[in-house]
């Protein structure tokens, strides 16, 4: 005799069990758990971007708070990687950082006063900047200092220079005044390259010549963010690709240590430079004994002289090392914010000078400090270029800070709302009294 199932009530099986309902109750929690993760991230980011006016004021303060976040990181991790050659070479530990701090406070000063002037009004400026940008850089080749095989500083006073960090900031002014006043001639390939292209062509060479391949690469993204926020045929630049890869290839092909440090990227090994990939292999040794929450500020073991310039451009590996996932992700974090924040204020220009001019400030930072995060990660070769506000370097520091004033400028401008025009009127009391 074969027995049929009885119908039961909701949520029971047919051989009367309450399993399903238990199962369906478990897979419940977690959709719930996400579904209010969700809601809270929205939230905050609809929160965080406001509506109407508080809109532009939300992004005024997120890329004021994370310039200023970074470069408190940038003294703080100088000071814990800085501390320990400081004390081998006999000086005080807090003597890099105490610098850093110095620059800090005089580019945060630069900041809040090119935050307050209409960027209209730095046009005048252009032409004398990048001509000046161009005899520092000659001046450099005669006079300069030499480091690490890099010629790339002028000492003056106890303080060094770097000419190459002013020409960044002197060729975006530059590229936005020139593409502004040929607006209307930008259809033209000639136009929409010259003179561009000539005169970042010679700051290029000028720095390739103070064998700083690093710099040379951001003022070339530089070139063509400029180029491509002014509205330039987007052809050209398959063409322009072209050229800088077969420049690139060059110069690696005519510099042993170059071609060294590629094929040490790859895997393989360099005849007569064994220890070309040292710097890499410790500054991934660092990030991964890191771990999620890192062995503790100031507990680094690798900026024992294990990573070169740990305090420079190997910065991000003690970040990693000393503060963990955790403490990268920060990083990435406030730099994603700084992303969108300024592409947020690109986005809404109308003048062209404007929209060249923030847009070539964001591909600067940003793409430098992708670079920098790459090559510490290993997904780069070690082509030697610090990290945005947080690497130690006083002229990088404040180059930065200037250009972060300058896109304060534009977003100030877009958060002041229109006075009005209407005549003051007197409380009705006041108006009786005063007839």
């Known amino acids: 005799m074969v027995s ?40 905050f980011w609809s929160t965080l971007e406001g509506s109407g006016k508080s809109r532009s004021n939300s992004t005024y303060y997120l890329v004021l708070g994370a310039s200023l976040a970074l470069t408190a990181i940038g003294i703080i991790m100088v000071l814990s990687a800085s501390s320990v050659e400081s004390i081998a070479a006999g000086e005080s530990p807090y003597s890099l950082a105490a610098k850093q701090g110095m620059f800090a406070g005089l580019g945060i000063v630069l900041m809040l006063v090119l935050s307050r002037i209409n960027v209209v009004w730095l046009k005048r400026f252009a ?10 850089l000659l001046l450099v080749l005669v006079i300069g200092k030499r480091v690490l095989g890099n010629q790339n500083w002028i000492e003056v006073g106890g303080f060094t ?56 690469l951001v003022v070339m993204l530089i070139m063509a963010a400029g180029l491509f926020f002014g509205g330039v045929n987007l052809k050209l630049f398959a063409a322009a690709g072209g050229l800088a890869a077969a420049a690139a290839l060059v110069l690696a092909l005519t ?53 070169p310039e740990a305090h420079n451009d190997f910065i991000f590996a003690v970040i990693g090392e ?72 006083g002229s990088a520091l404040v180059m930065s800070l200037c250009g972060v004033g300058v896109v304060l400028s534009l977003a100030r401008a877009q958060m002041v709302p229109a006075k009005s025009s209407k005549p003051r009127r007197w409380p009705a009391k006041f108006a009786r009294k005063r007839t």
């Open 127 to 136: 032409w004398p900047a990048v001509i000046l940008a161009v005899a520092l």
């Open 4 to 43: 049929t199932p009885t119908r039961t009530g909701p949520g029971k099986s047919r051989s009367g069990d309450a399993a399903p309902v238990g199962r369906a109750a478990g897979n419940a929690q977690p959709r719930k758990l996400i579904s209010r993760l969700r809601s809270g991230v929205s939230g």
């Open 322 to 393: 000393e503060l963990g996932l955790v403490g990268t992700l920060v990083v990435l974090v406030l730099f994603a914010l700084l992303a969108v924040a300024i592409y947020r204020i690109v986005s809404q220009q109308e003048d062209l000078f404007a929209r060249v001019l923030g847009g070539s400030i964001m591909a600067w930072m940003l793409g430098q400090a992708a670079i920098n995060m790459a090559m510490v990660a290993g997904l780069l070769p070690v082509i030697g270029v610090p990290l945005p506000f947080i690497s130690y370097g």
């Open 255 to 307: 510099s042993g240590n170059r071609m060294c440090r590629i094929t040490a990227w790859m895997g393989q090994g360099c005849t007569g430079a064994s220890d070309i990939g040292f710097q890499s292999e410790q500054g991934l040794s660092a990030l991964a004994s890191g771990g999620w929450l890192g062995v503790g500020l100031g507990q680094s073991r690798q900026k024992y002289q294990w990573i």
């Open 161 to 216: 220079f770097q000419p190459s960090e002013y020409a960044k900031f002197a060729l975006v002014l530059w590229m936005a005044t020139v593409l502004s006043v040929k607006a209307k001639l930008l259809d033209k390939w000639t136009h929409a390259l010259v003179p561009i292209v000539p005169v970042a062509a010679i700051i290029i060479t000028l720095i390739v010549l103070g064998h700083d391949l690093g710099t040379s």
